[in-house]
């Protein structure tokens, strides 16, 4: 990348990509794990389970784990004295597209030790399943609900698993997925045909109160061709 | 049932049982005894219900006026800002966050514009700090003051609701001064603000602090030793402080339990441990202590507000660095360099580094975290994502309301101070 140009004209007959574009600063780092008591702990007994760490941001921890003992080291993190992460402030999605795994990500805060660590699950597109973690924070009981919405994350064990956000008996699948177009991937026309045509009535029966989706919705779901529900699919 | 008549003679009335117990004169006509019905009846509050602040929908299953079991649904606001975010350039997206909360804005456009610049390593000038600290601390007055207002309406207290509407005029007035809009105020820039503050605000801000303890003071005595608003929150909705942690409430809701927990002591920004102020702290949990403590927490703000306006030092509000902050306009369109710089800013964008960067700040209702994730070079990010407060405190509410009355229901949902427009974002 070229250094700052002397007169300036030069980037405006380049176009407007990154021709003069100021260098990040890069302000991440691989760290010194000592600085982080948990960073080195989870490296020192989880050791293989620890895919990389980084430091982000300036300060920020980030620790990436393998998805299948996530469940162990996260309960280990909660319970061990040493590190009492009892916040799990929040719980969500990253997909940066173009095949890369989806990453699940967990901001957690220890109230007693004042200090912040957060861990990143990468799970690839064909596997996009993790064990859930709300019995142990009430707080992710939402939050993996609404990374399941948007994101399609298969939380094992969750006892509550349908959609938040979204209808339950959506049919365009998760919204943050890079894949799923802006706009949703029915036509304006088919989304009207099908919002009208919604029977108003079943969202006020009994059957709301049980957990899940009700069974004749999970029937129709199973037996929707999926491919005539996405005729205009696009790009991003 | 069907009426009968029965002849009844004095004589003989009382016949006993083969157990030996009295039988009724009716006995012998078989009419059963009237059986209590134990069926459970489900109730829908909203969404279109005035008591639910917003398109809430709350399905109670009851038994009696007993509420045994909350679903609440949520997702009739949701317009995926964070989707949205993917396509926006960073400062495009400052108009997306105030829209989440309407009730406290500039709170989110300094959040969202914190974690922006803590990821590209930007640090902004010493006059933007406080102003920003300024601009936060009001509107934790102005989230808070809607906060009291509907709660003490919902229970049956219209003066209040009169007395901080009126206040939250004036803080309209102030929001509508510096921006020119009244709640969509998209105040911040990455490395800055839109505007530095007008000649005159700050006496306007000094106006509204000298009228508005007085006011607070008022409502407090109307509603703190108040009977009737005791009996309806004292003991209603409680949640031990562990609790609260492990579900995840931050904000008044969690101090409320006895738990210290505030972003501006515990994960200091913008020197708020050089501000001299008190977390208040509640002890019970319940309804009342939250309220208790939002009444505090709105003293302490002004507070906040007058040491923050003593210390506001001179200089710029933004950046100096041309590939962050926009150009003047004089400047844009006589200088060729700034002009440059302008085009470059408005058609690409900033370009963030390779990362990620979570950003919490106390906000009115809880713990505020931005989360924003970049590549290389990025002028949008990979994800944008909210943390959002209203959503984690309002999932506890199955846990809050169960075993009250209906109407406990309503005061409980109100003391969790929520915000639909965020919680569906």
Redesign the interface.
């Known amino acids: 990348m070229a250094e700052h140009d002397e007169?300036?004209?030069e980037?405006?007959e380049q176009g407007?990509?990154?021709a003069?574009?100021?260098e990040?600063?890069?302000?991440?780092s691989t760290g010194d794990p000592s600085d982080h008591p948990s960073v080195a702990a989870l490296l020192d007994r989880f050791g293989d389970a620890v895919l990389r760490h980084?430091v982000?941001?300036?300060d920020?921890w980030?620790v990436w784990i393998d998805p299948s003992r996530s469940r162990e080291i996260l309960g280990w993190l909660k319970d061990d004295s040493e590190h009492v992460y009892?916040?799990?402030?929040?719980v969500?999605?990253?997909?940066?597209g173009r095949g890369r795994p989806v990453e699940v990500?967990y901001?957690m805060?220890s109230?007693r030790h004042?200090r912040?660590l957060?861990i990143r699950c990468p799970l690839p597109l064909d596997a996009l399943e993790i064990d859930t973690i709300c019995d142990l924070?009430?707080?992710?009981?939402?939050?993996e609900r609404?990374v399941f919405d948007?994101f399609g994350v298969t939380f094992r064990g969750h006892p509550d698993h349908r959609?938040?956000?979204?209808?339950d008996d959506y049919a365009e699948g998760h919204?943050?997925r890079k894949d799923?177009p802006?706009r949703g991937r029915l036509s304006r026309a088919e989304q009207t045909r099908r919002a009208l045509a919604q029977e108003v009535e079943r969202y006020?029966l009994?059957d709301?109160?049980g957990h899940g989706v009700p069974q004749e919705v999970q029937a129709k779901l199973a037996s929707q061709a999926r491919p005539d529900a996405r005729p205009d699919e696009g790009g991003t | 049932m069907s009426t009968k008549t029965v002849e009844f003679s004095l004589s003989g009335s009382r016949e006993m049982g083969p157990d030996g117990i009295a039988r009724s004169p009716l006995a012998p006509f078989d009419i059963p005894e009237p059986k209590i019905d134990t069926e459970r009846m489900l109730i829908n509050i909203g969404p279109q219900h005035p008591a639910t602040h917003g398109v809430l929908r709350l399905v109670c299953e009851l038994d009696g006026e007993t509420i045994v079991k909350v679903v609440p649904h949520i997702g009739y606001l949701h317009s995926s800002f964070e989707k949205l975010g993917e396509y926006r350039t960073w400062n495009q997206i400052v108009t997306l966050t105030d829209r989440m909360d309407y009730l406290a804005p500039l709170i989110y456009n300094c959040a969202y514009v914190m974690s922006v610049e803590k990821l590209m390593g930007i640090e902004v000038t010493e006059r933007c700090k406080v102003v920003r600290v300024i601009l936060m601390e009001l509107d934790r007055i102005f989230g808070h003051l809607l906060w009291l207002g509907t709660t003490a309406i919902d229970v049956g207290a219209f003066t209040p609701f009169l007395y901080s509407f009126q206040e939250r005029e004036k803080i309209y007035q102030l929001h509508e001064a510096l921006t020119g809009a009244r709640i969509t105020t998209s105040a911040t820039r990455v490395g800055g603000m839109m505007a530095d503050l007008p000649t005159g605000w700050l006496d306007g801000l000094l106006d509204f602090l000298d009228g508005f303890p007085k006011t607070l003071d008022e409502v407090d005595r109307l509603l703190t030793g108040n009977q009737i608003h005791i009996g309806r929150t004292q003991g209603v909705g409680a949640i031990s402080g562990e609790e609260a942690i492990n579900c995840g409430l931050t904000g008044p809701n969690l101090r409320a339990s006895g738990v210290p927990y505030d972003v501006r002591k515990d994960r200091p920004y913008y020197d708020y441990e050089t501000y001299d102020f008190t977390v208040p702290i509640g002890e019970h949990g319940d309804c009342y202590d939250r309220y208790l403590c939002r009444m505090q927490e709105m003293r302490e703000s002004v507070g906040i507000l007058h040491q923050a306006m003593a210390r506001l030092p001179d200089g710029p509000i933004n950046v100096a660095d041309p590939k962050i902050s926009l150009p003047s306009k004089t400047d844009a369109m006589s200088d060729m360099e700034s002009m440059i710089h302008h085009f470059k800013l408005i058609t690409h964008g900033i370009p963030a580094p390779e990362g990620d960067c979570y950003y919490a700040v106390e906000g009115s209702k809880g713990e505020l975290g931005m989360y924003v994730v970049a590549e290389e070079g990025d002028a949008k990010p990979v994800r944008w994502r909210i943390r959002p407060p209203s959503f984690v405190n309002l999932s506890t509410i199955a846990r809050l309301a169960e075993g009250h009355m209906v109407s406990d229901l309503i005061m409980i949902n109100a003391s969790l101070d929520i915000v639909l427009g965020e919680i569906d974002r």
């Open positions: 007169s300036g004209l980037a405006v407007p990509l990154t003069d574009a100021r990040p600063r890069n302000v991440a980084r982000n941001a300036g920020q980030v009892d916040m799990m402030s929040d969500t999605g990253v997909d940066y990500v901001q805060f109230t004042k912040a957060r924070w009430q707080s992710a009981n939402w939050l609404e948007l959609r938040i956000l979204m209808p919204p943050l799923f802006l006020y009994a709301d109160l």
